[in-house]
T-cell receptor, first 113, second 113 residues
Framework: AQSVAQPEDQVNVAEGNPLTVKCTYS??????LFWYVQYPNRGLQFLLK??????LVKGSYGFEAEFNKSQTSFHLKKPSALVSDSALYFC???????????FGDGTTLTVKP | ETGVTQSPTHLIKTRGQQVTLRCSSQ?????VSWYQQALGQGPQFIFQ???????GRGNFPPRFSGLQFPNYSSELNVNALELDDSALYLC????????????FGDGTRLSIL
């Protein structure tokens, strides 16, 4: 069965500092990996995806993610955090065998001024 | 382009009742997925519809059923409601293909008393 783990429930960073939100996954075959962000009382918004190719993927709002096959990780990063980045972040994997997307339980990012 | 819209935004039901939730897909999208998001958890896949046929199902009992219409809008029906069905129900549409990002509505908050 495929799974996603987001080991940190909460990440706190100061504005202007780099941020990392961690994600590891387990899936049969090649993974399709996604990051989404959720603001309070809203649905999820797509940030970026990895399908194949370059291990560093660039997405919306200055976010990027690094795919590491050997570590089965897909960590979300941003060089300089903004207070407005504070939100709930979800990592998701789609696997061909399961034929569905599996989401992690989310990481709450808080950026303090 | 019009985004994904869900109705109603909030709903209160009692145990044993039945409920129908509605979703209008983003224009150009022919695939709809439904998710259940309990408080503090990530979205859990319920099922997906493509061209009016169920195209994958998660670990939800048969009392969770759905429909997709020719205009790609969709309904989620839940019979014999239980207290544990209280959650945010999210609809997501996408273009055909597993590597396509999903576009989410803002959800329907269902409370079971």
């Amino acid at each position: 069965a495929q799974s996603v783990a987001q080991p940190e429930d909460q990440v706190n960073v100061a504005e202007g500092n780099p941020l990392t939100v961690k994600c590891t996954y387990s899936v049969s075959g090649n993974p399709y990996l996604f990051w989404y962000v959720q603001y309070p009382n809203r649905g999820l918004q797509f940030l970026l995806k990895y399908i194949t190719g370059d291990n560093l993927v660039k997405g919306s709002y200055g976010f990027e993610a690094e795919f590491n096959k050997s570590q089965t990780s897909f960590h979300l990063k941003k060089p300089s955090a903004l207070v407005s980045d504070s939100a709930l972040y979800f990592c998701a994997v789609w696997g061909a065998n399961a034929g569905k997307s599996t989401f992690g339980d989310g990481t709450t990012l808080t950026v303090k001024p | 382009e019009t985004g994904v819209t869900q109705s109603p935004t909030h709903l209160i039901k009692t145990r044993g009742q039945q409920v129908t939730l509605r979703c209008s897909s983003q224009s150009g999208h022919n695939t709809v997925s439904w998710y259940q998001q309990a408080l503090g958890q990530g979205p859990q896949f319920i099922f997906q519809y493509y061209r009016e046929e169920e195209n994958g199902r998660g670990n939800f009992p048969p009392r969770f059923s759905g429909l997709q219409f020719p205009n790609y809008s969709s309904e989620l029906n839940v019979n014999a409601l239980e207290l544990d069905d209280s959650a945010l129900y999210l609809c997501a549409s996408s273009r055909q293909g597993s590597n396509q990002p999903q576009h989410f509505g803002d959800g329907t908050r269902l409370s079971i008393l």
